[in-house]
């Protein structure tokens, strides 16, 4: 640029010479006089006096503070975040500029300069004069919210959260369940059901449960019975049902023969589980996946043959993810069936040889199409653990999996939900899982609009807790959901903000956004206006995985043409309105954001209350969610047991360290 001429951008800074051009506030200039606002600064002819925090200059010293700023006699050193600048070289940063003199025309998207010839960019500055150094700069508050979300707010947020979900931990790493025991009976082999049809791994542990040496753990035990017998799990297990080995009465070998026992049977599950790890992403790396949103359909005939029909035709249709919904009840079943079944009620049981039986299926189907199909299913209730470590053995790739759900829906025990919660999210962290939380059955009952920010505070929680769990965030499907009365006036800005407010405090989250069902009446004509504006807001505000709306949604289990037509139009709209979250911003101080940010505001509040109390008494009290549990109460208190000093699971750290 030459003297006089006006360049500027808002990113980088650079200068030559004497040359100046600004790009930060409103500009306005006139012939010797400086007036500059960041925050409050004023500056009369030949004496500048600038005030952002407290800075103070007399004639011909500039002192500044942004943040930290500091200047001496014809020296300049600013700092915002750490820029720093000497003897004519200069560093700015945002905030509203008015000034005079040398005619300088300053602004905020578009900058122009006249006289002297200063080219800067916020964000990351360069500036060059006489000795034409540089130096680059960035600023650790540079994120940019089309909500205009407080980033410190939402630190704080999480911070809170980490809190709670610190204080849960405490208590969590000092217990075991007879869920936690069973799944580890799981992964060392233990199977099939004994002559009445019991699974064995209920036998085992029931048996150390009735001995009273539940707290001890299973491993220890069946570590101890393989040093002693030369047996396998699975061959100690079967002995065990028929009452011809007692395992709480053999001779105790060492710590070290025990561990070297169980060894083998550890190293068999990590690489199972491994390879199957390994086919999925070679599947990714080879036929590929579908785009996100990733569409996400179910199917629930309670027969998983004819669930495999349905889903193969779904995947031909266009899904991306099938799952397979339980059988009604299934969560507060203290056991997982055995075996293929064909009789469910609203689903069908999940078991490990349905498992197997439509991932073959869905690897298949996928080989045709040329797409990779995601397989879900749920490892919620009673039986958390035990379905994850099954999931993870047969090769799923998603699975429900929230750590509130069960108590406040299910009248679960708290601390059984609590403990069995982070061994489920440790084996599906190490498997490459990605998680669903529940957030969107508070909606079902919950208004929509009141109770927003418990769907907030609920993520929040579920994610601190699944990072102590060692689950990436890149495998949280953290829910929230599209259930706001249709009849309120602005009800689509309110979802619209509260979608894209859950996307920036969870960058890295797929989520999962769950459709309308509570104000679904049957009119399918309007049920699929209902699910279009659904679908728009979840490709406008970047959602990662869309369960997608059924028009007969309240009606009956959904027919095959009913998933053809949601597939139809999420695929429609997907990709007619691709780039909309690219291309739109929101109104300053207009509805979407201010709504944004009240959520959130709310939300910090309900987390105070959660800290302060700690998790169990809120739940007590009814804090969250506005249900009261008690933490000796519930369905499956009896199964929660205090580690003894003979316990071991190293099944978490060589998972949570991804051996």
């Known amino acids: 640029m030459k003297n006089g001429d006006p360049n500027v951008k808002i990113s980088k800074l650079d200068v030559k010479d004497d040359d100046l051009n600004v790009k930060v506030g409103k500009p306005e200039a006139k012939d010797g006089d400086l007036n500059v606002k960041i925050g409050k600064l004023e500056a009369k002819d030949g004496d500048l006096n600038v005030k952002v925090g407290k800075p103070e200059a007399k004639d011909g010293d500039l002192n500044v503070k942004v943040g930290k700023l ?129 699974p064995l791994p209920n036998v085992v542990v029931d048996a150390l449960k009735e001995k009273g040496v539940l707290s001890e753990g299973v491993m220890f035990f069946i570590g101890n019975a393989i040093a002693e017998t030369g047996l396998t799990p699975q061959q100690i297990a079967e002995q065990l049902a028929t009452g011809k080995l007692d395992i709480t009465t053999l001779p105790i070998h060492s710590k070290a023969e025990i561990n070297k026992a169980l060894e083998p049977h550890i190293n068999a599950a990590i690489n199972r589980i491994k390879a199957r790890r390994a086919r999925r992403e070679n599947y990714l790396n080879t036929i590929g996946e579908g785009s996100k949103p990733y569409i996400y359909v179910i199917v629930a005939t309670g027969n998983i043959y004819e669930d495999v029909v349905q889903a193969e035709a779904a995947a031909r249709q266009g899904a991306d993810i099938i799952a397979v919904i339980r059988t009604t009840g299934q969560s507060l079943l203290d056991y997982v069936p055995y075996g293929a079944t064909t009789e469910g009620f609203g689903g069908t049981f999940a078991t490990q040889e349905n498992f197997r039986i439509m991932r073959t299926a869905l690897d298949k189907v996928g080989e045709e199409v040329g797409r990779y199909i995601r397989l879900c299913n749920y490892c919620s209730g009673l039986c958390m653990p035990e379905i994850a470590a099954m999931g993870a053995l047969e090769g799923l790739d998603v699975m429900l999996n929230d750590a509130l759900y069960g108590i406040l829906f299910r009248d679960i025990n708290m601390q059984r939900t609590l403990v069995d919660q982070y061994f489920s999210r440790v084996i599906n962290g190490f498997a490459g899982v990605i998680i669903n939380t529940g957030e969107d059955n508070y909606l ?124 139809e139009n999420a695929k429609y709209i997907f990709s007619n309105m691709k780039s909309i979250g690219d291309e739109m911003e929101f109104k300053q101080d207009g509805i979407i954001r201010k709504r944004a940010q009240q959520v959130l505001a709310e939300a910090v509040e309900l987390l105070e209350k959660l800290d302060k109390e700690g998790l169990f008494i809120a739940l007590e009290k009814g804090i969250f969610a506005n249900v009261k549990r008690p933490k000796n109460g519930g369905k499956g208190l009896s199964g929660v047991a205090e580690k003894g000093a003979n316990y071991i699971n190293p099944f978490i750290e060589l998972m949570k360290n991804r051996c």
Not at 502 to 526: C, D, H, Q, S, W
């Open 70 to 198: 500091e200047a001496k006699d014809g020296d300049l050193n600013v700092k915002v975040g750490k820029p720093e600048a000497k003897d004519g070289d200069l560093n700015v940063k945002i905030g509203k500029l008015d000034v005079k003199d040398g005619d300088l025309n300053v602004k905020v998207g578009k900058l122009e300069a006249k006289n002297g010839d200063l080219n800067v960019k916020i964000g990351k500055l360069r500036s060059r004069m006489e000795n034409y150094s540089r130096k680059r700069i960035q600023s650790d508050m540079i994120q940019n919210s089309k909500l205009g979300l407080d980033y410190n707010t939402v630190s704080y947020a999480k911070g809170v959260a980490k809190k709670i979900a610190d204080d849960v931990q405490l208590f969590v790493e000092n217990y075991t369940t007879v869920a936690v025991e069973r799944t580890l009976c799981r992964l060392l082999g233990i199977d099939n059901v004994d002559e009445n049809e019991v």
């Open 444 to 567: 079902t009952t919950a208004d929509a609009f009141d109770e927003a920010h418990t769907v907030l505070a609920s993520d929040l929680v579920n994610e601190q807790l699944a990072l102590l769990a060692g689950l990436p965030e890149e495998q949280m499907g953290l829910g929230h959901a599209f259930e706001m009365n249709p009849d309120l006036e602005n009800g689509f800005l309110y979802e619209l903000a509260q979608a894209q407010m859950t996307r920036e405090i969870f960058p890295k989250a797929p989520l999962k956004y769950m459709p309308p069902t509570k104000f679904m009446t049957g009119n399918v004509f309007k049920g699929q206006i209902q699910d279009a504006l659904f679908n728009q807001i979840s490709i406008w505000t970047g959602q990662g995985i869309q369960l997608l709306g059924m028009i007969t949604e309240a009606i009956h289990t959904p027919f095959m043409s009913d998933r053809y037509l949601a597939i």
